[in-house]
């Protein structure tokens, strides 16, 4: 019986791919492997990368994982082991985790959340010329949280991709995963913005009011501060911000004074949907009653 030229190869296929920098890949990068090693292998012109990759996952330690997101399919294929997280970061290039997973890698959590939050940005958009206006606020969160529905499910986790404003990567640092894989996601200050911009992506207000406190002994609130004002958001979050470095009393004075330097115009809201509500003066803010 003819024994097909990939089998001849195998020994060969199989140390490219162990000398490959990264377990994770994907349908394209297998496709330019074959290219660049095709005549060292001598395989045929007629074997296609479809082909291949059928070999691979026969012959050879490659698995595929499969993500089913509501709009499009998401193919990634592992060679022998790799992280969730590095599968994840594989999803979206120039991606980073956010929210409750940052609140997680940065232990700001006592919780293991089961949704991992990776943030790919949208492409730079002018900013809108309208202002705010009381009556559209009051409106707009009286209603539920808007959240994204592009949700896909891998070894019991929910993968949830966000495509989140632009910000030029603001605030992202390299940090290592589970294997000591490289990984990006924003670091303490991005981290305690965002989750109080979104703490439907952050475990809810009470466990964000958590990661203040524990995030007290590690985070610069003058960093903080100047992030938060080259984000420059059209709703007043940093009447949130300083709400909550307050409610968390573990912050010096000055530190909490960083966010009266901003403009306090409006009456604002810690969160959608709320029932019974107390009332900040100081803040100009609505939080739910008993927190």
Same mark, same amino acid.
């Given at each position: 019986?003819?024994?097909?030229?990939?089998?001849?190869?195998?020994?060969?296929?199989?140390?490219?791919?162990?000398?490959?920098?990264?377990?994770?890949?994907?349908?394209?990068?297998?496709?330019?492997?074959?290219?660049?090693?095709?005549?060292?292998?001598?395989?045929?012109?007629?074997?296609?990368?479809?082909?291949?990759?059928?070999?691979?996952?026969?012959?050879?330690?490659?698995?595929?994982?499969?993500?089913?997101?509501?709009?499009?399919?998401?193919?990634?294929?592992?060679?022998?082991?790799?992280?969730?997280?590095?599968?994840?970061?594989?999803?979206?290039?120039?991606?980073?985790?956010?929210?409750?997973?940052?609140?997680?890698?940065?232990?700001?959590? #006592?919780?293991?959340?089961?949704?991992?939050?990776?943030?790919?940005?949208?492409?730079?958009?002018?900013?809108?010329?309208?202002?705010?206006?009381?009556?559209?606020?009051?409106?707009?969160?009286?209603?539920?949280?808007?959240?994204?529905?592009?949700?896909?499910?891998?070894?019991?986790?929910?993968?949830?991709?966000?495509?989140?404003?632009?910000?030029?990567?603001?605030?992202?640092?390299?940090?290592?995963?589970?294997?000591?894989?490289?990984?990006?996601?924003?670091?303490?200050?991005?981290?305690?913005?965002?989750?109080?911009?979104?703490?439907?992506?952050?475990?809810?207000?009470?466990?964000?009011?958590?990661?203040?406190?524990?995030?007290?002994?590690?985070?610069?609130?003058?960093?903080?501060?100047?992030?938060? #004002?080259?984000?420059?958001?059209?709703?007043?979050?940093?009447?949130?911000?300083?709400?909550?470095?307050?409610?968390?009393?573990?912050?010096?004075?000055?530190?909490?004074?960083?966010? #009266?330097?901003?403009?306090?115009?409006?009456?604002?809201?810690?969160?959608?949907?709320?029932?019974?509500?107390?009332?900040?003066?100081?803040?100009?803010?609505?939080?739910?009653?008993?927190?």
């Amino acid at each position: 019986m003819r024994i097909s030229r990939l089998k001849i190869a195998k020994s060969d296929i199989n140390n490219c791919f162990e000398n490959l920098n990264s377990n994770v890949l994907t349908r394209a990068k297998i496709d330019r492997i074959l290219l660049e090693n095709r005549k060292f292998w001598r395989v045929s012109a007629s074997t296609t990368v479809q082909k291949f990759i059928e070999f691979l996952l026969k012959e050879t330690k490659l698995k595929i994982v499969k993500f089913k997101f509501p709009t499009r399919a998401m193919d990634r294929y592992i060679w022998g082991d790799a992280s969730t997280f590095e599968i994840v970061a594989s999803l979206k290039p120039d991606s980073y985790f956010t929210h409750y997973t940052a609140m997680y890698l940065h232990e700001l959590t #006592e919780q293991i959340p089961k949704t991992i939050y990776i943030n790919y940005e949208q492409i730079p958009k002018p900013k809108g010329a309208g202002s705010l206006i009381q009556q559209r606020i009051d409106s707009a969160f009286k209603r539920p949280w808007r959240t994204t529905n592009n949700i896909s499910s891998y070894k019991g986790y929910k993968i949830c991709l966000l495509n989140g404003m632009f910000t030029g990567k603001l605030g992202v640092i390299e940090t290592s995963g589970q294997n000591g894989e490289k990984i990006y996601i924003t670091n303490i200050e991005r981290t305690l913005i965002d989750i109080a911009v979104r703490p439907v992506y952050s475990g809810g207000i009470f466990e964000v009011l958590k990661a203040y406190r524990l995030a007290h002994s590690k985070v610069s609130i003058n960093k903080l501060s100047a992030m938060l #004002e080259k984000l420059n958001y059209i709703y007043p979050y940093h009447q949130v911000i300083g709400f909550y470095l307050e409610k968390a009393e573990k912050y010096k004075t000055s530190q909490i004074n960083l966010m #009266e330097k901003f403009d306090k115009k409006y009456d604002f809201y810690l969160t959608h949907q709320m029932k019974k509500m107390s009332y900040s003066k100081k803040w100009r803010l609505y939080f739910p009653e008993g927190l």
